[in-house]
């Protein structure tokens, strides 16, 4: 059911996982950056990838071989909250991360979450988002890289199952309400991350095993859960998965 394109990598363990990703980092901005002026990375929420930035900060096997100056930084979604909350997804990024390298501020494109009207901070980012990427009105940015994860529920970024954000075909950036949580999340929508040049998918733990076997062996054709949606057009995703999350998974999967 995945894209056609996309590669899965099952890792030791939660450490192995966030290495390969460093690693894959790494060498795909270098590469990139040897035609192109900037890199564009689109960061995930959650927990795991706390480890990952952690390697990227912290050890100079990856940390030097960056070019921090022309890396620059955006979100794949946000929680509707201010930078400093605990929930704040920028806030786990730049303890993790970017307070830890030497990027210029500009650099940071963070999802302006403080908004109290998150429709209004979804249209800022949206806009932030046509300016870098200098698109007009109906282009849809080519991001580098895009990091994602997955949720008990199949869900990525903050497109979770039964949202109106499913539906976006047209803006790049929405918020999202979501019922369960009672609040909106801000994520970009599925064109931006099916335009992108590389998804890199971390998902680690037993207790994916389950949701990780379903999306990855549907039993049916349409998409039941939304990270079955991206679909990157023309690049790939790469799926790096630890053994306790791929548990479930057999060879013919
Ligand atoms: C977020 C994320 C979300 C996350 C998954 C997995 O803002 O929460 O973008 O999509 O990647 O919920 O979260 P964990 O890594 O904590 O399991």
């Given amino acids: 059911m995945v894209a056609k394109n996309h590669k899965i990598q099952i890792l030791a363990d939660a450490e192995a996982m966030s290495k390969a990703a460093a690693e894959v980092i790494v060498e795909h901005s270098r590469e990139t950056l ?19 930035h952690a390697l990227l900060a912290g050890d100079a096997v990856f940390r030097d071989q960056i070019s921090w100056e022309r890396v620059h930084f955006f979100w794949g979604d946000e929680r509707h909250v201010p930078p400093d909350h605990p929930d704040s997804n920028y806030r786990m990024a730049d303890a ?3 307070s830890k390298v030497p990027i ?52 990525t970024a903050s497109l979770f199952p039964g ?10 950036v929405v918020a999202n309400w979501v019922e369960k949580f009672q609040s909106y999340r801000i994520t970009l929508t ?7 040049e590389r ?21 049916q054709e349409s998409a039941s859960y939304p990270i079955q949606l991206i679909r990157p057009e023309r690049g790939q995703s790469l799926w790096l998965v630890d053994t306790s999350a791929a548990g479930q998974l057999t060879l013919d999967d």
């Fill in 163 to 172: 949202t109106a954000a499913l539906e976006e075909t047209r803006r790049l």
């Fill in 190 to 196: 599925f064109p931006v991350f099916n335009h992108a």
């Fill in 104 to 155: 210029p501020e500009v650099n940071i494109h963070r999802i302006r979450a403080e908004e109290p009207d998150a429709n209004q901070a979804a249209a800022d980012y949206e806009q932030e988002i046509r300016q870098f990427f200098k698109i007009d009105a109906e282009q849809i940015p080519h991001f580098d890289c895009a990091l994602l994860g997955m949720g008990l529920d199949g869900h």
């Fill in 34 to 52: 040897q035609t192109r002026d900037v890199y564009s990375i689109a960061l995930s929420g959650g927990s795991t990838p706390r480890r990952l």
């Fill in 199 to 219: 998804i890199i998918f971390i998902i680690s733990g037993q207790e994916k095993a389950k949701i990780l076997k379903s999306v990855l062996t549907p039993r």
């Fill in 96 to 98: 993790t991360l970017l």
